[in-house]
Structures are given as C-alpha cells and as structure tokens.
C-alpha cells in the first residue's frame, strides 16, 4: 500500500513538472510569436548559406537562444558564433562566420579555430587572398585533422605563406614554392621551428645561388630538414 501511494506521489510530481514546463514553454512562444526577427550574416558566408540562415527566422523566434545557437553552429560548419539580442518588438541575431586561414585543394577550408569547412560554405571573394595548399594525402581530412598538420598550422608564419605555394605531401616533406621564381623550392617538415631567422637563412641562400651564377635546368631545391644545414640539390624535371 505504501509503495503504491509513493509511486503515485511520484507519478503526480512528475505530472506536475511536465506541466510547468509546457507552461514556460508555451509562455515563452507566445511572448514572441508576434515580434520581428532580424537576422545579419556575416558577408564571409557564401549567398546560399545566407539564405538558409536568414531561413531559420520561425526558429528562432520559437525557441530560446541557446538552443537556436546551438542548432546553427551543428547544422552550419562555417558558422563561428551567433549572437541574440531581445528588444520589446525585435529579436535581432548576428551570424558571425569562421575565419578562413587556409585554402586547401579549392574545396575545402581550414578555419582560424582549427575547423575543416567545405569551400563552398564561403563567400569566395573572401578567399581570394587566403594562403592555398595543395594536399596529395590519400586521405585529406585525416591528414588536415592530424595532430601534426594542425601544429604546422599554427606555426607557420601567414606571410610566408601568401609568397609561396605549398604542396603538403606528408609531415615529414612539405614544399614551398617561391611565386615569382618557382625554380627555387624549399623542402621542409611539420616539426621544425618555422622562425624568421630559417626563412631569412633561405633567402640570403638563394641570392647567393644566383649571384654565383649557378645554373641549372631544372631549378634548385633547398632541403632544410638537416640540423644546422640546409642541403642545396638540382631539381628533379617535374618536382
């Protein structure tokens, strides 16, 4: 007898709790189902990614900002942050879109936080200017999710990088283009410190090359993953 009125005690309580959240559920559409929404994206999102977000409006007027939040980060990768803010007759929400830091084979984006995001999420105006890398892992996404590939990222200097074209093959041989004298390729690691002091070495080694007049057909390649060396070798024909 006793377990049965506990159990109902139970059952009454839960009742009773389901109810007060269907209350506040039901409070919370209503004090907004007539107000307007605004949304602004950021300009970093490409037009059809805009489109779906400003598409999103019923939702987030339906439920509370974090699960909204929550909704856009899970559903659009290249989204960074979404900021809500309630006025008496306005719910106003600002999309702020990830930062590209890296352009890898045309189609797919890593972000400044380290996301990978499909090309096609971006404005593409806005990855005129980002550093390219060309990829010829097996398998990309395992390698740009590599513990390896993501310290590299962090490590190499932006500026280095929008002088050069980048071939990553692997951790251990990554390739650096000059792009106003693709004759002259410097090969280098993940693991290395990637400091000034190593890209000026490069350079002074090079225009020491051609002011000594050293000639080949096939260009130079500047290996620079020995300790306290750089190892300077003709190029192969299509390297």
């Known amino acids: 007898m006793q377990r049965r009125q506990r159990r109902m005690r139970m059952i009454i309580m839960a009742s009773g709790l389901l109810s007060m959240l269907l209350m506040v559920y039901a409070g919370y559409t209503s004090l907004f189902a007539h107000r307007a929404c605004i949304i602004s994206v950021d300009v970093r999102c490409s037009q059809r990614v805009q489109n779906a977000l400003q598409a999103t409006a019923s939702r987030a007027l339906s439920c509370p900002p974090l699960v909204y939040s929550a909704y856009i980060k899970e559903t659009f990768l290249g989204v960074d942050d979404v900021c809500v803010y309630h006025y008496p007759d306005t719910v106003f929400i ?5 930062i590209p830091r890296f352009l890898v084979n045309e189609d797919t984006v890593v ?3 380290s996301r990978i995001v499909p090309a096609a999420a971006f404005n593409p105006d806005c990855l005129l200017h980002v550093p390219s890398i060309q990829m010829h892992a097996a398998d990309v996404h395992a390698e740009l ?3 390896a590939f993501l310290s590299w990222a962090k490590r190499v200097p932006i500026t280095f990088l929008k002088t050069h ?3 990553w093959y692997n951790h251990v041989e990554i390739r650096f283009y000059d792009k106003q004298d693709a004759s002259f390729v410097l090969v280098a690691d993940a693991y290395m410190p990637y400091d000034k002091n190593m890209f000026a070495q490069c350079r002074g080694f090079k225009e020491r ?3 000594e007049g050293k000639k080949s057909k096939t260009g130079w390649v500047a290996d620079m993953r020995f300790a306290q ?5 003709p190029g192969a024909k299509g390297a």
């Open 94 to 98: 600002e999309i702020i879109a990830s």
């Open 229 to 233: 060396q750089v190892v300077l070798y």
């Open 165 to 167: 074209v980048v071939s």
């Open 145 to 147: 999710a590599s513990p």
């Open 111 to 113: 972000t400044a936080d």
């Open 209 to 211: 090359v051609c002011a």
